[in-house]
């Protein structure tokens, strides 16, 4: 079963916009922190924004006032909106849902993680 997918990524001209949309299965949205990461080539893995369950929101220095993360939780839907794109921006952004969980039914408890990703999406800003 397919947990995540990305959609919305492209080739648009720096100081352009673009919008990121990942639709997540289930209540994997509702139930966990999601994050969007990006990786350049010849680079890590990034996070560069992140919103809890409870809607507080985190962005990496290099992205804030410019990219604004967002989630709808009755379309099982989180959106990253970038603006005032930069050619450094190019990269492969990938959904992620992270959270710690648990499950207690009758005298029995279960601990266990969701730790989901997304097959990513190329976006690509030209100078």
């Known amino acids: 079963q397919v947990q995540l997918v990305e959609s919305g990524g492209g080739l648009v001209q720096a100081g352009g916009s673009l919008r990121l949309s990942c639709a997540a299965s289930?209540?994997?949205?509702?139930?966990?922190?999601m994050n969007w990461y990006r990786q350049a080539p010849g680079k890590q893995r990034e996070v560069v924004a992140s919103?809890?369950?409870?809607?507080?929101?985190n962005y990496a220095d290099s992205v804030k006032v410019r990219f604004t993360i967002s989630r709808d939780n009755t379309k099982n839907t989180v959106y990253l909106q970038m603006s005032s794109l930069k050619p450094e921006d190019t990269a492969v952004y990938y959904c992620?849902?992270?959270?710690?969980?648990?499950?207690?039914?009758?005298?029995?408890?279960?601990?266990?993680?969701?730790?989901?990703w997304g097959q990513g999406t190329q976006v690509t800003v030209s100078s």
């Open positions: 289930g209540s994997i949205l509702s139930r966990n922190t």
């Open positions: 919103i809890t369950s409870g809607c507080s929101t």
């Open positions: 992620n849902a992270w959270g710690p969980h648990v499950e207690t039914v009758f005298y029995g408890t279960t601990y266990y993680y969701d730790d989901y």
